[in-house]
């Protein structure tokens, strides 16, 4: 028959209750001896490995241990003896070779040769469900870096608790300088106390559910300003209450550059188009001087024209007077000779 450390508590209640804490606890539990040997398991780390409690009682640590062997295990429970507790992870192989992920809690007591105390939760869920987070992280992160944008993620009250690689890197900044600090305070924002400002009441407005969107200006690592198209998205939960905000901006200097080139385009264009107009004007001006000169004197050519029309006519009529004065004259001298 295997003696367990509970057979020494005898029949009494003693023992009524430590068997009912032992039973009802949902964690395993063993006592083991210092070499390694168990001395009592729970019915949870029995279902958890699926061996039975004779079949344990005759096994040592390195019997189901996946990680470390015997001399490690040996290390490990002398550290423990002199510390008096330890907490680690490790794996545990069961009955049919699955391999668990658990938990273990250990405690020493210098009793009856020395005992340790030892408790152990099952993780492989959490394990597993850890795995599938960071693999979900890595996909995000391999998104998040790959855009040309900067993107980050906010609490409601303006920490900034991720920033993606393009932002970083235009910034010339590690992420471990700019994480879980107020945004305003980054280097993409402390060259200006006006845009901070600006920042700051717009982080109150996302907060409370607004989009936000304006043009800023950042400094790149090169020192160079650059000109950004800045916003602020907030990120709700399924009861609609603001849980995160997303930053996001895009360089539009390249844009910006070739805006002002165009204004500057049109303002030379604008100012060729009104030297022409007035050199246009003006050269109609004197168009006009010159023709209404030219009617004035049309005008008086007209004028002089009548007059000479006149004194033509005159000229006419006064010569014909002339000559039929001159016949008169002459049929009278032929009449005075006749006579």
């Not at 241990?65 to 992870?89: C, L, M, S, T």
């Not at 900044?173 to 060259?191: D, K």
């Not at 006006?194 to 989009?211: D, H, N, T, V, Y």
């Not at 304006?214 to 198209?229: N, S």
Request: hydrophobic share 40%.
């Amino acid at each position: 028959m295997i003696e367990k450390p509970r057979d020494g508590l005898g029949h009494g209640p003693l023992k009524e209750k430590y068997e009912i804490v032992l039973e009802t606890i949902t964690d395993g539990f063993w006592i083991i001896d210092k070499d390694g040997n168990f001395l009592d398991v729970n019915s949870a780390y029995c279902r958890m490995t699926g061996y039975d409690l004779a079949e344990l009682l005759k096994m040592k640590i390195a019997d189901i241990e996946a990680i470390e062997g015997p001399e490690e295990i040996k290390k490990r429970i002398q550290k423990i003896k002199e510390v008096g507790y330890d907490r680690f992870e490790t794996k545990h192989r069961c009955k049919d070779n699955k391999i668990l992920d658990v938990e273990v809690t250990v405690n020493y007591a210098a009793v009856e040769g020395g005992m340790l105390f030892v408790f152990i939760r099952d993780i492989t869920g959490w394990k597993k469900t850890e795995a599938s987070l960071r693999d979900s992280q890595l996909k995000v992160r391999a998104v998040f870096d790959q855009t040309f944008q900067f993107i980050g993620l906010m609490t409601t009250d303006g920490i900034l608790i991720e920033a993606n690689k393009a932002a970083l890197e235009f910034a010339g900044v590690e992420i471990m300088s700019v994480l879980n600090r107020p945004f305003w305070e980054t280097p993409w924002w402390t060259h200006s106390s006006q845009l901070q400002q600006k920042l700051r009441e717009s982080i109150k407005k996302a907060a409370a559910g607004e989009f936000v969107r304006f043009e800023a200006t950042h400094l790149a690592k090169d020192g160079a300003l650059r000109y950004i198209d800045f916003s602020l998205k907030p990120v709700k939960d399924e009861s609609g209450k603001v849980v995160f905000m997303i930053p996001e901006g895009r360089d539009i200097t390249e844009r910006k550059k070739l805006e002002e080139a165009l204004k500057e385009s049109y303002a030379e264009l604008e100012l060729r188009v009104k030297v022409r107009t007035a050199e246009l004007s003006k050269a109609n001006t004197e168009l006009q001087k010159e023709i209404s000169q030219r009617r004035r004197i049309e005008g008086e050519l007209k004028e002089r024209m009548r007059d000479l029309e006149k004194f033509s006519k005159f000229s006419v009529d006064r010569e014909l007077k002339m000559e039929e004065l001159e016949s008169k004259i002459k049929e009278l001298e032929k009449k005075l000779k006749a006579g």
